[in-house]
């Protein structure tokens, strides 16, 4: 007679900041004998496939601070209706804990939980919802060293952020080589918010290098579709080979091959850098909430692998100063790399799932 498996419950809100974490712990938990099911939003839809989960709810929490009045009274009544929609869901699976990675829809699951409750905050500082649970949790799991608004230090366990398998193989690879005038190959990542002004700055940043410069250059640009034209002709009339698309499914291969990373630092962006190892230069999103991508990205330069640049202090000129620098020392972008990764956390999804099981045991 086979073993019945025990059940851990993923909430995670529908951003793949959220999301890639929540399903690089669900893969460790799955390895461990575990059985997943996972509670999202129609965003989240998208993350689904792959996704180990062996049931998966889906619930139309919104945005309290959008739509005015009118927006407010509808958060509250789906709010209320994603409570009653949870509870069934929970009792029919009675999983042994649940793990939230933050976002609206993990609010009516740590409400409903009669299990031990984990959370995992992927930024510097507590989101909203992880904000509102901390008491309730048994304990609060960070990706980073600093963790703003953390009441319960006790809690506290430093634990990395999960990030994809492939990036961990990524990591694997050694700095690529930089032959004597030889390519050097820059990664621009703008993340699915506010990718708009490192779609312009960048292009017209690299266009001032000087032209010896230019010529070594291969550019990936993950950019806007509706700038992508415009980036594509300032980067060829600057002499710059350049890749520029909306989107990159291969990241983990063009991280691999960066010798630099330009980009938001989002949870996600920094963790997956440093855990591959490449010299970047993080552009804050400046209304991200609690300015968390701030904090994220000032870990990271602590490190001595990472510039930042405020983007009220951005400019064409300061950006392309700061390149120049960079790019002309090839050793120091090496030994940026070795240094931001020596930052990372490979480990975090396993570090995580040693906190979860401790707790379901103890």
Known sequence: MSEIKQTILIAAGGTGGHMFPAKAFADEMVARGFDVILVTDPRGRRYTEGFPSIDNLILSVT??????????????????????????FLKKHSPVA?????GYPTFPVLYNAKCPVIIHEQNAVLGRVN??????????????ETLNFLEYKEKHVVCGNPVRKELIEAGKAPFPEIKPNGTLRILVTGGSQGARVLGQAVPDAIAELPENLRQRLFVS???REEQCDTARETYGDAGV??????????????????????????????????????????????????????????????????DLIKENELSVKRLSQL??????????LKERGAAIKNAARPDAAQRLADVVIGEINA
């Open 63 to 88: 945005n309290a601070d959008e739509g005015g009045l009118k927006g407010k009274i509808n958060a509250g009544l789906n709010l209320l209706k994603s409570i009653s929609q949870t509870k069934p």
């Open 98 to 102: 649940v793990v939230g990675f933050g």
């Open 131 to 144: 904000r509102f649970f901390q008491k309730k949790a048994v304990k609060i799991c960070s990706g980073f």
């Open 221 to 223: 640009h993950q950019v």
């Open 241 to 306: 080979q350049a890749e520029v698309w909306p989107f990159f499914k291969d990241m983990a291969t063009r991280l691999k091959d960066a010798h630099l990373v330009i980009g938001r630092s989002g949870a996600s962006t920094v963790s997956e850098t440093a855990v591959v190892g490449r010299s970047a230069i993080f552009i804050p999103l400046p209304s991200a909430t609690n300015d968390h991508q701030t904090y994220n990205a000032e870990s990271m330069v602590k490190s001595g692998g990472a």
């Open 323 to 332: 390149l120049e620098m960079r790019l002309m020392n090839e050793e120091k």
